[in-house]
């Protein structure tokens, strides 16, 4: 499951900064892509063998106060977001300012609990440190309290703004914020089990494995959250690019023949490599494969014409396909045919996706015919 959600949130990290890289001047972008480049930051040192390493590197308890460092970090880009979403510049910058003041004085205090405190003390995991030592309760009650704090503002943010929108939006603003009420109300209990510890009280370790599940389950759903939107788009584009593949392919026979009777009707490649470059995505071939075979039937229009003795329109795609064929031979003879040219194989509507449908059909039947 880690595996996986870690998968989850680097495949965000990339997807994230490659949309700033291409809006750099996107304010809310550049604080939830920050957002989560520290959340993932957070996970190396957080790790057993990752926080050993770097205990042995730097000092004991060092990841310990890196990983909540970069978790205060992760909050308040979060906080930021909402505020360059939906305030005015000169207001956000003004809040994000005052934010940023207090996420400051907080990561100054529990460094100064980190560097103070006696010798591994602060080493261990929050279920095995000893809460009566200050400089400990105070580390895990000072970064507690901002988290509570900086989740629950966010929460509620997200509640309102997930009132006011519509499906699909809404669906990944509220799980976002039922992700982050999760992780205020696991902070907050958090912060009762270190004042119970800090006056020599016992916790029992159900609750406390409760809490962890919570915060877990919370995470989990907060990072789904606020990449369901993006994924939803990323789901549907993906099928869209399949579905235009496989009608290019299904389209060959029908291209095939008119453009081997008329050559001319094949679009000519860009002149430069970017060009060509970029032509050559599906999107791009599909669209190009639907205009040149519409220009080879308008060619081809009145050779079937005149072979078909009737209403072309009303003709079903076998039938269209094997009078193809013959037009095909007819045209490819040189013969002058006086006649006008006429639409063939329209669909009822315009919609291009409608367009296509009809080709294929008579691609599909020339493919058995």
């Not at 930021?80 to 207001?91: I, M, V």
């Not at 995991?125 to 309760?137: E, G, I, K, R």
């Not at 006008?340 to 039947?365: G, H, I």
Request: hydrophobic share 50%; glycine share 6%; with cysteine.
């Amino acid at each position: 499951m880690r595996s996986v959600f870690l998968a989850f949130l680097g495949a965000a990290v990339v997807w994230k900064t490659a949309q700033l890289l291409r809006n750099p001047h996107d304010a809310p972008l550049r604080s939830l892509t920050l957002c989560l480049v520290t959340a993932a930051a957070s996970y190396p040192v957080a790790m057993p063998e990752g926080a050993a390493d770097f205990d042995m590197v730097a000092f004991h308890g060092a990841a310990k106060l890196v990983q909540n460092l970069l978790l205060l970090g992760t909050l308040y880009f979060l906080m930021t977001f909402f505020l360059h979403s939906t305030t005015d510049e000169q207001a956000g910058r003004r809040r994000a300012r005052r934010e940023a003041a207090l996420v400051g004085a907080v990561a100054a205090i529990i460094t100064l609990c980190a560097v103070t405190v006696p010798h591994e003390e602060l080493a261990g995991s929050f279920s095995s440190a000893d809460m009566t030592v200050p400089q400990v309760a105070g580390f895990y009650l000072v970064a507690g309290g901002y988290m509570m704090y900086a989740l629950a503002v966010a929460g509620l943010w997200t509640r309102q703004y997930a009132r006011m929108s519509h499906r699909p939006h809404s669906t990944g603003l509220w799980v976002a914020a039922w992700g982050m009420t999760g992780m205020a109300i696991a902070c907050a209990v958090r912060a009762v089990f270190v004042l119970t510890r800090w006056t020599g009280g016992e916790v029992a370790e159900s609750l406390m494995n409760a809490v962890e599940v919570l915060l877990v389950v919370s995470i989990i759903a907060f990072v789904l959250g606020i990449t369901y939107l993006g994924a939803r788009s990323r789901y549907s584009a993906g099928r869209l690019w399949w579905s235009r593949r496989h009608t290019h392919h299904r389209l060959e026979p029908l291209w095939h023949l008119l453009a081997e009777t008329y050559p001319e009707t094949v679009l000519k490649p860009p002149a430069t490599w970017s060009d060509r470059m970029r032509a050559r995505g599906v999107h791009r071939r599909y669209h190009r494969r639907i205009v040149e075979i519409r220009d080879g039937l308008l060619r081809i229009s009145p050779h079937l014409h005149t072979s078909a003795g009737g209403d072309v329109l009303a003709l079903d795609p076998d039938e269209l396909a094997r009078r193809l064929r013959a037009a095909a031979a007819e045209a490819g003879s040189g013969a002058d045919v006086p006649r006008l040219a006429v639409p063939l194989a329209v669909p009822d509507t315009v919609s291009r996706d409608d367009d296509a449908r009809q080709l294929v059909e008579l691609a599909d039947a020339l493919r058995t015919t």
